[in-house]
């Protein structure tokens, strides 16, 4: 997601321009003869935000105990312990936390 604003800071509407969300590429309807626009995005980590559910879940559980009675055998610390692994899996998968770039107009280089 992102949205372009010009030098006074107002959001342009997408009439202005064409939004390619998917390349994160801006075009243009006419020249824009010398206007300065600043393009502001996010983006979200799903993989992070999913380790971050798994730890929040593992902590739910970190109470539980292991007990046994009469020939029966009760592991609730599994859960726990699998909450922590599918935590460390997904933090595995995840990107940096956050990046900054600086964009340039195309026909400007």
Not at 25 to 53: E, M
């Amino acid at each position: 997601m992102f949205y372009v604003q010009d030098g006074t800071g107002a959001v342009q509407g997408t009439s202005a321009y064409t939004p390619d969300y998917r390349r994160g590429v801006v075009q243009f309807a006419a020249d824009t003869s010398g206007t300065t626009y600043y393009l502001t995005g996010r983006s979200y980590d799903l993989d992070a935000a999913a380790a971050d559910v798994w730890r929040r879940k593992a902590s739910h559980y970190a109470s539980s105990f292991d007990f046994s009675t009469d020939n029966h055998s009760v592991t609730r610390s599994q859960v726990y312990a699998h909450c922590l692994e599918m935590a460390s899996f997904f933090e595995a998968k995840s990107g940096d936390a956050v990046t900054t770039i600086n964009m340039y107009r195309g026909d400007m280089c």
